[in-house]
């Protein structure tokens, strides 16, 4: 069964410092990977996705993530955080044929002003 | 656009008590998801309906979940009876079709306590 690990589980932050939030996943074939966002009593969005093509991606209010297949990895970055910025951030994947959308742990990010 | 709509959003029963959560998706998406977020976790996949079909339900608990999608719009999400540990969130996400591209979009969830 596919598997993603969000090893972060509390990220502390100044504004405008840089972020980087790991994720990795399991399964070895073709995968989608996707960023939610969880702001504070609000539901979960979407931040970005990887569907197929540059692995490079740009998603809404100044996120990327870059999917490295050698290390099964889809790291979200930012350059600079703003306050707000804190919220519950989930990485998730499906697999080629299974729509099942598998969620990391999740990873809660707090910046500081 | 209206978004994926849960009601209601706060429930508190005792436990053996039935409880049920509904469910009205965005407008002409066909699929339906149910999860469930347990505090400190990621959801996790309960129901997936294509239309009013169940596609997916290998993680429904049968034996105290039910659920449904007669018309293949709204949904509604059963438990009888509730146990102390069901007590979490129940989030219910909608897509456009099926797909593993596909964005799902989510409701704001209700958040069950069971005393």
């Known amino acids: 069964a596919q598997s993603v690990s969000q090893h972060n589980h509390h990220v502390i932050l100044s504004e405008a410092a840089s972020l980087e939030l790991g994720c990795n996943y399991s399964y070895g074939g073709t995968v989608n990977l996707f960023w939610y966002v969880q702001y504070p009593g609000q539901h979960l969005q979407l931040l970005l996705k990887y569907f197929s093509g540059d692995p490079l991606v740009k998603g809404i209010k100044g996120f990327e993530a870059e999917f490295i297949k050698s290390k099964f990895s889809f790291n979200l970055r930012k350059p600079s955080v703003q306050w707000s910025d804190t919220a519950e951030y989930f990485c998730?994947?499906?697999?080629?044929?299974?729509?099942?959308?598998?969620f990391g742990t999740g990873t809660r990010l707090t910046i500081i002003p | 656009e209206a978004g994926v709509v849960q009601s209601p959003r706060y429930k508190i029963i005792e436990k053996k008590q039935p409880v049920a959560f509904w469910c009205n998706p965005i407008s002409g998406h066909n699929t339906l998801y149910w999860y469930l977020q347990n505090l400190g976790q990621g959801p996790e996949l309960l129901i997936r309906y294509e239309n009013e079909e169940a596609v997916d339900d290998s993680q429904l608990p049968k034996d105290r979940f039910s659920a449904e999608r007669l018309k293949g719009v709204d949904s509604t999400l059963k438990i009888q009876p509730a146990e102390l540990g069901d007590s979490a969130v129940y989030l219910c996400a909608s897509s456009l079709e099926a797909g593993t591209g596909e964005t799902q979009y989510f409701g704001p969830g209700t958040r069950l306590l069971v005393l």
């Open positions: 998730a994947s499906t697999n080629f044929g299974n729509e099942k959308l598998t």
